[in-house]
């Protein structure tokens, strides 16, 4: 069964900080991984996918399929960035195609 | 306007009680999707659907069921709350042909069962 850890429920920096959302997935198949994102009194929203190979706000991910691992990272932090994330893994076969599995969430709080 | 709309957007009821959330979406999207979050466990997926005459259990469809009365609307509904289902629920789509499956969700509807 797949599945999607995120180790850290809160994660806290100061602003100009270094940044590392963690991710570990478990998967059979060749994954397919998302990076959402949800802002104080905002909708859950997309920042970035992996097949994408972007940089969304300062942020990349990359996929480490050795240490199946997805971890979002910006080097440096800004309060704005205050959110929770989640990252999320696509199932890509069978019967549960295009279901997305979700993380635990890690809260992610910038101080001044 | 929003493209996923969810409605009520706070509801409390009592244990016991049926409960309808309701969702409809401007999208156009062939897929829609309920999660519920809570603190600690993530969006867990309660049902999806991926078009009006198909209609999936998630993880977490225990006490729930849902129906999908057109393309536009899927609806969550908890024949008898109980105080765990207590949660924020989200609803939202998706359009594979896009080749990005990515989910557009609501604002939520947070329910509280007493």
């Known amino acids: 069964a797949q599945r999607v850890t995120q180790p850290e429920k809160l994660l806290s920096v100061f602003k100009g900080a270094p940044v590392e959302l963690k991710c570990n997935y478990s998967?059979?198949?060749?994954?397919?991984l998302f990076w959402y994102v949800q802002y104080s009194r905002q909708r859950l929203q997309l920042l970035l996918r992996h097949i994408s190979r972007e940089s969304i706000k300062g942020f990349t991910a990359d996929l480490n399929k050795g240490e199946t691992s997805f971890h979002l990272k910006k080097p440096f932090a800004q309060e704005e960035d205050s959110a929770m994330y989640y990252c999320a893994l696509l199932n890509a076969g069978g019967t549960s195609y295009g279901k997305l599995t979700f993380g635990q969430g890690t809260i992610l709080t910038v101080h001044p | 306007d929003a493209d996923v709309t969810q409605t009520p957007r706070n509801r409390i009821t009592k244990t016991g009680k049926r409960i309808m959330l309701e969702c409809s979406q401007t999208k156009g999207h062939d897929r829609m999707y309920w999660y519920r979050q809570d603190p600690g466990l993530g969006l867990r997926l309660i049902y999806y659907s991926f078009d009006v005459k198909d209609i999936n259990k998630g993880e977490i469809s225990d006490g729930y069921s849902v129906s999908r009365q057109a393309q536009a609307k899927f609806s969550l509904s908890l024949e008898s709350a109980i105080p765990n289902q207590t949660a924020l629920y989200f609803c939202?789509?998706?359009?594979?042909?896009?080749?990005?499956?990515?989910?557009?969700f609501g604002a939520g509807s947070r329910l509280t069962v007493l």
């Open positions: 998967y059979s198949g060749s994954p397919e």
């Open positions: 939202a789509t998706s359009d594979p042909a896009t080749g990005a499956n990515v989910l557009t």
